[in-house]
């Protein structure tokens, strides 16, 4: 069973950084896709930002310019920088590895943002 651990939440002030952390067992290129969704209270979650196996990057509108994934297939790690910080980017942020047979999901990492 594929396992990934978050890490890398936590408080900031409003135009702060954060780098979420996603570590998975096994090599990230045996997934089709990778990427981060968040889910604040009382919204649906939603997709943040997703890379392919081959490289290929997609961002919410909301985060463009803000925030950036990135892999390390020698760390079987995926990263997400988030930059110039938003309240309303507090949310708990799951961490995810899709085949074309499956999705798995961290246990997500809370990202709280002060005005």
């Known amino acids: 069973q594929v396992q990934l651990v978050e890490s890398g939440g936590g408080l900031v002030q409003a135009g702060g950084s954060l780098r979420l952390s996603c570590a998975v067992s096994g090599s990230i290129f045996s997934f089709n896709h990778m990427g981060w969704y968040r889910q604040a209270p009382g919204k649906q979650r939603e997709l943040v930002a997703s890379?392919?196996?081959?490289?290929?990057?997609d961002y919410a509108d909301s985060v463009k310019g803000r925030f950036t994934i990135s892999g390390d297939n020698a760390k079987n790690t995926v990263y997400l920088q988030m930059n110039s910080l938003k309240p309303e980017d507090t949310a708990v942020y799951y961490c995810y590895a899709a085949t074309v047979f499956n999705v798995d999901w961290g246990q997500g990492t809370q990202v709280t943002v002060s005005s």
């Open positions: 890379i392919a196996s081959g490289g290929n990057t």
